[in-house]
């Protein structure tokens, strides 16, 4: 008898959790004077389907998001925008907000914010104010 793998994606609720968390993170980023000029367009909406479909497929679910962009090359979708040590901690607490909302069991939680702590710190391309 075999047992079946589940994903981190599945195991913590699959497509709701997701998508509660990308609003929940984009609600904060929305009210941000430092993140929110980042955002190319006024409606936040997109950056929110795009992180959930990011970190959907990221954590074992369904594949929309490279099937739709493309290798997610997050590097290099990011540099055009000063991340620098303030920016990357504000997106930090907003992102450890959002998680705080989902009510995850400890492991869940710390595994997801430790996997989102490591790509902020990625991300973070300049240490000038």
Known sequence: ????????YEEVGGEA??????HEF???VAMDPVLKPMYPEEDLGPAEERLKLFLEQYWGGPSTYSDTRGHPRLRMRHMPYRINPDARDRWLGH??????TLHLSPLHRETL??????????MT????E
Do not use: Q
């Not at 992102?95 to 705080?100: I, K, P, S």
């Open 113 to 122: 914010l430790s996997y989102l702590e490591r790509a902020a710190y990625a």
């Open 1 to 8: 008898m075999s047992e079946e793998l589940v994903s981190f």
């Open 26 to 28: 984009y609600k904060g």
């Open 17 to 22: 959790v997701f998508a509660k968390l990308a």
């Open 125 to 128: 391309n300049t240490f000038e």
């Open 95 to 100: 992102m450890e907000h959002a998680v705080d």
